[in-house]
């Protein structure tokens, strides 16, 4: 929105007088370039710093106030809760339970989204851009139908296809008895979360690809160079910053991912649970809503600083 320049802004000859280019210096020097005034520019913003405040600031606020107590879904720490200060962090961090869902939501995270996600995805980006219009639609649409169909209708689908007795992939094998959920848990759920989130990391580096210019490609062919030359000359250098991304963005989410509990319910013997379904276990399982909330303010420390290192690596590259 722009303010309309009033008669004593402009000269008779229609450039801005002198007055009113003082005046617009000082609108902008003010943060009012729009020229709204302070009050209705906060109007305009307040709806949406009050969903902020509701649905981020404000529970973030409470999960550190509960992780400071001793609060339970039932029992006398329910009605009556006590302030513990820091223990909940300190039994967190020297619990053997903690430290290897900690290690199984680093090994899920780097073999599933760094290396399964990015791989696969680019890979079927890269095929993708040779073939003809009418197949490409096709493969993203089914790529995509594995992104967008809801967690519970995937995992039935996987238990359908891992199951031990008439499962699908022991069928296609020959297989016969092979309990896959049980034999290869953390194995399975890998794969299923790759299948699950393979079609984000396609869909952005389709975008990647498309942006590199076309003319570098007919260089690159001119010159002789082969597929992983164009690969390493050509495409990577221009899509460094997609690939950041990417990776950013896929290993936030995976490690926050809850799905692999709708089909192996952390088991067994938490062989998959992973950090978010063994804060799900600590906080409403076994009702220590306290130790839950400290456990995921450390898994939001953790996001955190993921974030910050790969932003700091996407500045440094601008830069």
Known sequence: MTTVPSPTDVDPAGAPSPEGRARRAR????????????????????????????????????????????????????AEPEFVGTENYTDALSDPAFRNSLMLTLAFVFFSAIIGQSILGFALAWTARRLRPAVRSVLETVVLLAWIIPASVVAFLWLALLDRREGTLNALLGTDGTAWLLEYPMQSIIVFNIWNGTAFS????????????????????????????TLRDVVLPNIRGHILTNT?????????????????AGGPQGRTEILGIYIYRVALRDGALGEGAALSLIMIIINLIVASVYLRLLRERRS
């Open 248 to 264: 950013l963005l896929i290993t936030l989410w995976t490690f926050n991912v809850f799905a692999p509990y709708l089909i192996t």
């Open 202 to 229: 396609m869909l952005l580096f389709s975008s990647a690809l498309a942006s590199v210019p076309p003319s570098q490609f007919e260089t690159a062919k001119m010159a002789g160079a082969g597929t992983f030359a």
């Open 27 to 78: 609108a902008v020097d003010d943060g009012d370039a729009a020229g709204l005034g302070r009050w209705r520019a906060t109007g305009f913003v307040a709806p949406a710093l009050l969903v902020v405040a509701v649905f981020l600031v404000f529970p973030a606020i409470w999960t550190l106030y509960l992780g400071l107590t001793n609060w339970r879904l039932t029992g006398i720490a329910a």
